[in-house]
């Protein structure tokens, strides 16, 4: 699972496989604290059952995952709210991954032509954003930055600092992190658009 809603709020959320009110897993988040509270059961109806992936949080701040049993696609919020996306009628253990184009992609263990597995795309209208190959450096570290549409006008931001930025290619940069630079996320700038990084960059003293 990403660490977007631990990073930002210190809670953790997971599944299970099993338990629930019908055996059948749930969703669940736990607090810094180690309080547990179950966020969704799973009933083996329209909402799947035997939740083996770990969930992603999408960049509109929902949990998103799979079954594998009838290989339900879901989201949920993080207060609870569960709602039922897709369902592929095939088995589903790996988690989704949602691209820095916003797309949410995943594969299943059957189906397909030759009956050995898909790999598929599913759209759910999500942002675009950034990401980044390491978490975390000091003032001149250079960072490699992943995305879309960069362009030469492109600059990146650390936190709202600007950083010497060079074009590699339309989805990757390198930017180095500025002296003045802080805790915070990476944003990405050309035109009128703006893309965010899905987590915090550390800046270490």
């Known amino acids: 699972m990403p660490d977007w809603s631990k990073e ?5 959320n997971g599944v299970t496989t099993q338990g629930g009110t019908m055996g059948r897993g749930v969703v669940f988040k736990m607090t810094p604290g180690r309080a547990v509270t179950v966020l969704h059961s799973f009933t083996g109806g329209n909402d799947g059952f035997n939740p083996i992936a770990s969930l992603i949080q999408g960049t509109d701040g929902n949990l998103y995952g799979a079954t594998a049993d009838t290989g339900v696609l879901f989201n949920i919020t993080p207060s609870g709210n569960f709602m039922t996306i897709y369902t592929l009628s095939l088995v589903s253990t790996c988690a989704l991954l949602q691209h820095t184009n916003g797309l949410l992609y995943g594969v299943t263990e059957v189906g397909g032509r030759t009956n050995a597995g898909t790999f598929y795309s599913f759209n759910m209208s999500l942002a675009p954003f950034v990401t980044y190959l390491r978490f975390y450096g000091r003032a001149g570290t250079t960072v490699q930055i992943l995305g879309q549409g960069f362009t030469s006008q492109s600059v990146t931001y650390f936190n709202g ?12 940069l390198r930017a180095v992190v500025p002296a003045a630079a802080t805790t915070g996320y990476i944003t990405v700038t050309a035109g009128n658009v703006s893309l965010k990084s899905n987590k915090v960059f550390i800046v270490r003293p």
């Open 8 to 12: 930002t709020t210190g809670i953790s």
């Open 161 to 172: 600092k600007a950083a010497k930025t060079t074009l590699v290619n339309s989805k990757y």
